[in-house]
């Protein structure tokens, strides 16, 4: 199938860009991803950052391109529920069957010892086009909590960030990876994650009486994004990206 | 010359350069760098201008204008001792001074006091005048005792020598005027036995871990969000009403001052009156208890008063504030104006117990009794 990139001209380079899945997000962020970048998408629990990562991957399958998602907290049987609640339910299990969207999930057990070969795998499959792994920051409190952290563990867990990302940029795909906001986002539970990928989406709330939900993009590299948040809702088409501000 | 006053109030005043930590229930301002060689931390708290302006206002009722006048004069005097003793500590040189006013009554301009918007200093004379339109809280109270106070207190520190400030406003609150003249005596000779920062200050307000069970959220959410707007006054709004930001002293030393004068009795009646007043008009538009007390939750910890946890049972409610501001000069305020919120969200009279505080870890606790 023909792959439909969105083509921008940032001065310097013509840049290739995946789609979000969400137009309005793609809008604030001159189209997509860049190609071959690493997304850092954050965020309180319930703010809707696994339905995000749901339109990433329904965009891919649309276009017929190979699309992982890997879950390190929740089992299958949770993320179909999830799936289910939404208009395009019957669309993304369709993809499933067709092996166009792969889910892959993993318990805490599992993925402690699997996390090194998970990574091998993903660099030896070519066809993988967008991945998502959610969530992103489970891996290092696994193989090191939080309470045991010493400078050299901490200097260690960097390092395979920095390997594990240089894998993901390698190849000919976009990467979404999850990271939970622990409720002091300063804990190094973060691993300076921020820092070391190509862009961060913040997905967030604030409750005062009702429940508003704004998504912001801090950083996007190679992109002129849009400086200001969005307000979003949740409903049955997924996310939808209100107007105005 | 508003879009330069925003601008400054953002990347100068108070975020996210002076506030170095911000996040739910803990406000710390950070001042230094530019005039001294230490960096200066103090507990800073929001608050609603009406609370201090409806106090002021009754207070009247109970002093006469010139014992209410020198009351509110002794709290701005007060609170900006503390505030030079926690923030600015050492005076700038003196071919600074003048470039070190500038900077701090642009400083105060941007937070709401716009009486500062111009300002002269004839260094001969030793006088200062400021002049500005709209400055706020006495904008409403119509009594500028305590702006007045805390610039006395301010230019006397930096000066080092002793100046009372007073107004010559005209069509209030349209021209304003405040004018700080030398007075006899020399040297800035602050009541040091009781404005000394206690030695447990640092340990007790700058706690490294706050975590919090449950999403709270810190002032910086609510800028995040657009929930706190400049208005055409050239004031911060939220919900409607005027915010302003304060070293977390104020509070305590309304207490203190007030019973100096015996008046006690009186705050522990009015407080929780004026605070359940402004509350009930945020809460307008909310119908059920649960959503009432989200809010106040998220007000109370974005506003820096610490990380709010409610416990009820049958006729008591117990508040436990977690890594709340903590000073020499107690939270009786505090109490007393969440005994106003309450009183508002559960539409029911209470009664303060007790205040306990818990130094480890940083706690303070409420307990209120529903009175029937």
């Known amino acids: 199938m ?8 940032n001065g310097f380079k013509k840049f290739s860009r995946e789609g979000t899945g969400i137009k309005e997000v793609d809008s604030m962020i001159e189209g997509g991803f860049p190609e071959n970048s690493v997304i850092g ?44 609640q939404f208009d395009f339910s019957d669309e993304f299990k369709r ?17 402690e010892q699997i996390y090194l070969e998970l990574f091998e795998k993903i660099k030896e499959d070519n066809s993988l086009k967008r991945i998502v792994i959610d969530t992103f920051n489970c891996f290092f409190s696994s193989i090191l909590p939080e309470d045991n952290i010493s400078g050299s563990g901490f200097k260690s867990i960097k390092k395979t960030i920095n390997e594990i990302f240089s894998i993901l940029r390698a190849k000919n795909s976009v990467t979404l990876v999850v990271l939970e906001d622990i409720y002091n986002k300063e804990s190094t539970v973060y691993y300076n994650i921020p820092h070391l990928v190509d862009g961060m989406i913040n997905l967030d709330f604030l409750e005062l009486g009702t429940i508003e939900r704004r998504i912001f993009i801090p950083k996007m590299r190679w992109t002129n994004q849009y400086k200001e948040s969005r307000v979003f809702e949740i409903n049955v088409k997924g996310i939808n990206i209100l107007e105005g501000e | 010359m508003v879009d330069n006053i925003k601008k400054y109030f953002f990347e100068k005043m108070i975020f996210p350069k002076r506030f170095i930590i911000n996040k739910p229930g803990a406000i710390i301002n950070r001042l230094g760098g530019r005039f001294n060689f230490s960096n ?22 109970i002093l006469n204008k010139t014992e209410n006048y020198e009351l509110w004069y002794n709290i701005g005097r007060d609170t900006m001792i503390r505030y030079i003793l926690l923030g600015i500590k050492k005076r700038p040189p003196k071919f600074m001074i003048n470039t070190v006013l500038q900077n701090i009554f642009l400083g105060f301009c941007t937070s709401g006091f716009t009486a500062t918007r111009d300002f002269f200093y004839d260094p001969e004379k030793r006088v200062i005048i400021l002049k500005g339109r709209d400055n706020i809280v006495c904008r409403k109270s119509k009594i500028p005792a305590q702006f007045c106070g805390g610039i006395s207190a301010l230019v006397s520190f930096l000066l080092n020598d002793s100046f009372y400030a007073s107004t010559e ?24 036995e009781d404005m000394e920062i206690e030695r447990d200050y640092s340990r007790l307000n700058f706690q490294e871990n706050s975590e919090s069970l449950g999403v709270f959220n810190s002032f910086s959410d609510l800028m995040k969000f657009k929930k ?22 104020l509070f305590g030393l309304i207490v203190y001052n007030f019973k100096k004068i015996g008046k006690y009795d009186f705050l522990k009646k009015t407080i929780p009156l004026i605070s ?7 809460l307008l538009d909310q119908t059920n208890i649960e959503s009432k007390l989200s809010i106040v939750k998220n007000i109370i910890s974005a506003f820096g008063l610490g990380i709010f946890y409610f416990e009820r049972s049958e006729n008591s409610i117990i508040i436990r504030l977690k890594n709340p501001p903590i000073t020499k000069f107690g939270f009786d305020y505090h109490a007393f104006e969440i005994q106003g919120i309450l009183e508002s969200v559960f539409n029911n009279n209470l009664k303060l117990d007790k205040i306990e505080t818990i130094k480890k870890p940083v706690v303070i606790k409420l307990y209120y009794t529903l009175v029937q």
């Not at chain 1, 023909?2 to 001209?9: F, R």
């Open chain 1, 2 to 9: 023909k792959k439909d990139k969105i083509i921008t001209n």
């Open chain 1, 41 to 84: 998408l954050s965020g309180p629990p319930g703010v809707g950052k696994s339905i995000f990562t749901m339109h990433f991957l329904l965009e891919g399958a649309r276009k017929g391109e190979k699309c992982l998602y890997i879950n390190l907290e929740e089992p299958e049987k949770n993320i179909n529920n999830l799936i289910m």
């Open chain 1, 95 to 111: 993809y499933i069957n067709e092996g166009k969207i792969i889910i892959k999930c993993y318990s805490y057990n599992e993925y």
């Open chain 2, 40 to 61: 200066n931390q103090m507990r800073s708290i929001f608050y609603f201008e009406d609370s201090i302006v409806f106090l002021q206002n009754e207070t009247e009722k």
């Open chain 2, 169 to 192: 406003c005209n069509n209030c609150p349209c021209e304003c005027k405040i004018i700080a003249k030398k007075i006899p005596g020399s040297g800035f000779n602050p009541n040091m």
């Open chain 2, 228 to 249: 706190l707007k400049f208005d055409q006054d050239e004031k911060y709004s939220f919900m409607n009403h005027a915010v302003l930001a304060t070293n977390s002293d």
């Open chain 2, 276 to 282: 359940r007043k402004i509350t009930d008009e945020l």
